[in-house]
């Protein structure tokens, strides 16, 4: 278990979790957060170990966003042409953390209990699938404090649910609550406990992390791809990608098990680079 100012890194098998743990701060994300987070998530990827990670929080408030206190300090740092282009860069390694996700050889699965607001929604934009509590609501926050959404939400929302609908929840700063999320198809699903949640995202995570990683990590790439381009094009990128990763012993083993009515075993994709996470 890694433990940092901003969150939590458990490893079950090939089940990573992370959890937002400031719920004093109502899991606002700092600092600490724009750095730690690119970083881990690249190396959960590079191992080839991990096949699900969760994301979830403690307390009654998923992420409300930006820590203030990151206003305050990137006010003096815009003064001059020197300081926007440096500004640049930071914004940049912000991004990096839920580009990241995107990434990833894994599926993301976001627990959203409670309110998620601004750079939460920047977080769950990112994921690949999200179920929520019957209290969760969502708001893109920073036009309600004077700026507007620049992590990635303006960008990958409209892919998402309804353009227009993005442009209402941008322009307004309004909130949806979880069962308007559910009918636009923000949400997955909606639990009215916590617990409940848990249980229903612990359950997905382990059917996702009995496939083969290799398919699994090749569908997310196609599901992305298709996301950016038109159908021709996705369709000749599915022909070089199918060549490139069919694997007929993980159809023999999942064929096999099916039969046998087993669990069946597969290899965990190739390591990238000597990037360790601590346990």
């Given at each position: 278990m890694s433990n940092s100012l901003s969150f939590v890194l458990k490893q079950s098998g090939a089940i990573a979790r992370i959890?937002?743990?400031?719920?004093?701060?109502?899991?606002?994300?700092?600092?600490?957060?724009?750095?730690?987070?690119?970083?881990?998530?690249r190396a959960l990827s590079d191992s080839g170990q991990t096949r699900v990670l969760l994301i979830?929080?403690?307390?009654?408030?998923?992420?409300?966003?930006?820590?203030?206190?990151?206003f305050s300090d990137m006010g003096s740092s815009v003064k001059t042409a020197h300081d926007r282009e440096a500004f640049r860069h930071i914004l940049a390694q912000m991004q990096s953390g839920f580009d990241a996700l995107?990434?990833?050889?894994?599926?993301?699965?976001?627990?959203?209990?409670?309110?998620?607001?601004g750079g939460g929604v920047d977080l769950i934009s990112a994921c690949d699938l999200r179920y929520g509590t019957t209290?969760?609501?969502?708001?893109?926050?920073?036009?309600?404090?004077?700026?507007?959404?620049?992590?990635?939400?303006?960008?990958?929302?409209?892919?998402?649910?309804?353009?227009?609908?993005?442009?209402?929840?941008?322009?307004?700063?309004?909130?949806?609550?979880?069962?308007?999320?559910?009918?636009?198809?923000?949400?997955?699903a909606q639990f009215?406990?916590?617990?409940?949640l848990a249980s229903h995202v612990n359950a997905i995570a382990e059917t996702?992390?009995?496939?083969?990683?290799?398919?699994?990590?090749?569908?997310?790439?196609?599901?992305?791809?298709?996301?950016?381009?038109?159908?021709?094009?996705?369709?000749?990128?599915?022909?070089?990608?199918?060549?490139?990763?069919?694997?007929p012993q993980d159809i023999e083993a999942a064929i096999t098990a099916r039969?046998?009515?087993?669990t069946p075993a597969f290899d965990d994709l190739t390591k990238l680079s000597s990037n360790e996470i601590e346990n």
């Open positions: 959890t937002l743990n400031r719920s004093k701060k109502r899991n606002a994300l700092n600092w600490h957060f724009w750095t730690e987070f690119p970083k881990t998530i979830d929080a403690t307390g009654p408030v998923f992420c409300a966003g930006i820590d203030l206190a990151m995107e990434a990833a050889r894994f599926v993301v699965i976001a627990a959203i209990q409670g309110p998620c607001l209290n969760a609501e969502f708001r893109i926050e920073e036009i309600n404090v004077g700026m507007m959404a620049d992590l990635g939400t303006l960008q990958r929302l409209p892919k998402l649910i309804s353009p227009a609908l993005v442009a209402e929840l941008a322009y307004t700063g309004a909130s949806m609550d979880a069962k308007q999320a559910v009918v636009c198809g923000l949400l997955n009215a406990e916590a617990r409940q996702i992390a009995e496939k083969p990683p290799l398919a699994i990590a090749a569908t997310k790439d196609a599901i992305l791809h298709a996301r950016d381009h038109s159908v021709a094009e996705t369709m000749r990128y599915m022909r070089a990608l199918q060549a490139g990763i069919f694997q039969i046998n009515k087993q």
